[in-house]
């Protein structure tokens, strides 16, 4: 699923996504006001993406899931790279 593929590379992802601010401002509307400022203020994307994902585990399905497709959108490269996520 999504959710999983979002919640098993957190690792890489933190790593390894650089348009994090364009990513957070697609999911704008779906992230709290004060989370959105904190993931601007960081001052690396690896910062701004562990930021998101606490916003991303505060919103649930529905926020993991536009993330998803946020990321697949800005990041094709990398998201194909990590490809799917290993459910065992």
Known sequence: SNR?????????LVQKVTSVMAI????????HEEKYA???AEQTSQ?????????LNAG?????????????NHEPYLFR???TVQTN
């Open 24 to 31: 957070a401002d697609e999911l704008k509307n779906m992230i």
């Open 47 to 55: 910062g701004k993406m562990r930021k998101l994902y606490e916003a």
């Open 4 to 12: 999983a593929f979002v919640d098993g590379k957190y690792a890489a």
């Open 60 to 72: 649930g399905h529905r926020v993991k899931n536009a993330f998803y497709y946020a990321l697949r």
């Open 38 to 40: 904190e993931i601007r």
């Open 81 to 83: 790279d990590l490809g």
